[in-house]
């Protein structure tokens, strides 16, 4: 599904080669957000993290 999402946004800046900027644009404003890089960046590693199994008694 991500290889689909890349594809067509690549094809969207073949169409319109002034989307770039804004793209650009969209992905500086997320980057200039600390808060929300980490929230991803958690996200992402908390689903490679294995799944730790309470103790029994």
């Not at 908390?46 to 029994?56: D, F, K, M, S, T």
């Amino acid at each position: 599904m991500r290889w689909l999402l890349v594809g067509a946004l690549l094809a969207l800046l073949l169409v319109y080669p002034a989307a770039l900027t804004v793209v650009v644009a969209i992905v500086a404003a997320v980057l200039s957000k600390p808060v929300l890089v980490a929230f991803a960046l958690g996200l992402v590693i908390r689903g490679q993290l294995p799944r730790l199994r309470r103790r029994q008694r």
